[in-house]
């Protein structure tokens, strides 16, 4: 049996969307008193990961992330697992230190065997990362499921959120867009191989960068983009520091667009993309379809999306460049009125 065939959504695609997650937020008791002076950043403006002061002028960053399967080959769903949880940390501008595993898996329907092919891609992941894969915790129920609890370490001074972007700030996406399209189209069996293959090398690619360019000086905000696809986690940054992007077009990286477009057309669009559009629509201008499908779609494991002012702009660029990730500008952060959408296409 594939391990796609256990779940509707695959990959950060599962994940519950944004007007849902508001709504048990909402009710979770979270109390306007509470306030925790160790702790530099929570939930409040939808960040990466928690961060806490160690008190000697750096902070723990906290995060869990984890999935159903976006593809069949266990040891490549630990891999890719992997590699999303550690996103976290370096969306922060931190390093990661150690990891703990989670995992759910079916014992009576799927080889445990399987499972530690799982646990053997994420610790060769970690290893990579310079990390260990430290333990972790085990369940049995009817779907698997895998990530990691990471933990890492980050400057005050290099520590980036989601509520720090400036008016001129320039936006990069350090990865093309389009794997929630590709993953669907490989649950369908419509996939080609190279579209696995672009999408599996894409999804393995360590955000390791982003520790690098938080000591870019006028870098002033970073995120992942992962499950509310790019349109999601832009608004979450423009809406948290009081702004509105611009975005261009043709600017935005993706999938080989005539492929992606064709794959568009045979309906191959994740369960979560629709759910993320509603989300957005009322604050962003107007798109049609195959653009909602492209800027809506969930990534698993996707790039870091970078708020660096004029001057830091160069720098960024060259430094993705040297790394052979998407170093081209795709928009612009601006002051925002209520007259005026929070997400401009242009």
């Not at 049995?140 to 290099?158: M, Q, T």
């Not at 170093?327 to 401009?344: C, D, N, Q, W």
């Amino acid at each position: 049996m594939n391990l796609t065939e256990f779940n509707p959504g695959s990959g950060c695609g599962c994940k519950l969307g944004p007007e849902a997650l508001q709504c048990i937020l909402g009710a979770s008791g979270v109390r306007s008193s509470d306030f925790w002076p160790q702790l530099w950043v929570g939930h409040e403006h939808a960040d990466d990961a928690a961060v806490v002061d160690l008190g000697d002028g750096r902070g723990l960053v906290q995060t869990v992330d984890f999935f159903t399967p976006i593809v069949d080959d266990p040891y490549d769903f630990g891999r890719i697992a992997a590699t999303n949880a550690l996103s976290d940390v370096y969306a922060m501008g931190g390093r990661p230190i150690s990891a703990l595993a989670l995992l759910a898996w079916p014992v009576e329907r799927l080889p445990a065997a399987l499972a530690g092919r799982v646990i053997e891609g994420a610790r060769d992941v970690c290893r990579e990362a310079g990390i260990p894969l430290a333990g972790g915790h085990s369940i049995d129920i009817p779907e698997p499921l895998f990530g990691l609890s990471v933990s890492g370490i980050v400057g005050k001074a290099h520590l980036k959120t989601n509520s720090h972007a400036q008016p001129g700030d320039v936006l990069f996406l350090t990865k093309p867009l389009g794997l929630g399209i590709l993953a669907t189209a490989t649950k369908r069996g419509t996939a080609t191989d190279s579209d696995r293959e672009w999408a599996i090398r894409t999804m393995l690619t360590l955000n390791d960068i982003g520790a690098e360019l938080a000591e870019i000086p006028g870098v002033h905000s970073m995120t992942d983009v992962t499950g509310f696809g790019l349109a999601g986690h832009l608004l979450e940054v423009a809406r948290a520091s009081g702004l509105r992007a611009e975005l261009d077009l043709k600017s935005v990286p993706t999938y080989d667009p005539e492929r992606l477009r064709a794959l568009y057309q045979q309906f191959c669009l994740p369960n979560l993309t629709t759910t993320n559009y509603r989300a957005i629509q009322a604050e962003t201008s107007t798109m049609d379809g195959y653009t909602m499908a492209v800027l809506c779609d969930p990534q698993t494991s996707g790039g870091l999306l970078v708020f660096a002012g004029a001057d830091a702009a160069p720098l960024v660029r060259e430094a993705l460049a040297v790394k052979g990730l998407c170093a081209e500008p795709i928009g612009t952060m601006h002051t925002y009125s209520e007259k005026e959408f929070r997400l401009k296409l242009s």
